[in-house]
């Protein structure tokens, strides 16, 4: 039998790319070349399946040029790149990672706090520019982690990982915002409690968002939300660009309305808003947040497990929109 054809739009492990040759005919981009929109729509033709990151948009302009394809096998969890109802549509099935790099990502918020307020960044550019000649009482007084009020919105299971983190490591009183509310259970687990968005923006020594993108989500912290924040407060966001507003967020650093945040995501990525990288009261990393070697592979390897179990077995492990395979089974 023929092998399906399938395309990797960016540059993934060797080990990846074999394991997937194994079942099918394999394009695969490890020159990492970054495709504009038309030649990706050029390399999909004939291809059942595409292997992607939050790199390549999948949208109706695209499907509709790609009737041969079948599945789209994210290697990540976040997935506003994928138009579902489109895809849905189109009878193209769409996978996620989630549950493998949880705790991975909930490290790095964590880390990513610390080092908003504890003004890390600052001071190593101080360090390293020569100029630091002496001590003093006041050089770098951050902000106190331990036992301070952490503010969560979006409790999925990376908030809920950065909520023990805080509460059973730091000894920090833990408030969530949440389209849901946890169950008492989920709640006792992480020490956390359950208040308004405007109450947790008041309240919060340190802010994280993590919560996934929609339409709905786009701004959620901007001018007005910031001004509710106490500015002594750190806001840190290791959620998706576009749910805060860069440009009101740099606004607000410069006007010390806040007195910190760390971004690991942003608006237009890898793109970052000029006035973000002139104020000095941010950490800045570049979408790094699950990045270690055994998280991504494992995120690899689920993007593959989907791509296999779809074309061998007729089913998802993490499917999106699995209406589609059920319209498949049908038919």
Sequence with gaps: MTKPSVLIARAVFPEVVDRLAAHFDVEANQADDIWAQHEFINRLQGKAGVFVTTSERVDEALLAQCPDLKICASMAVGYN?????AMT??????????DVLTETTADFGFALLM?????????????????WTKWSYDLFAGAEIHGSTLGIIGMGR???GIAKRGAHGFGMNVIYHNRSRLSPELEAECKACYVSKEDLLGQADHVVL????????????GTAELALMKPTATLVNVARGGIVDDKALADALRDKVIAAAGLDVYEGEPQVHSDLLTVPNVVLTPHIASATVPTRLAMANLAVD??????????AVTPLNPTVLAAARKD
């Design 81 to 85: 790149n994928l138009d579902l109802d």
């Design 89 to 98: 549509r189109h009878g193209v099935l769409g996978t996620n990672a989630p």
């Design 115 to 131: 080092a908003t307020a504890r003004r890390v960044t600052e001071s190593e550019h101080y360090l390293r520019a020569g100029r």
């Design 158 to 160: 990376i908030g809920q």
């Design 210 to 221: 993590v919560l996934p993108y929609s339409p709905a989500a786009h701004h959620t912290i």
């Design 306 to 315: 989907n791509l296999i179990a779809f074309f061998t077995e007729d089913r």
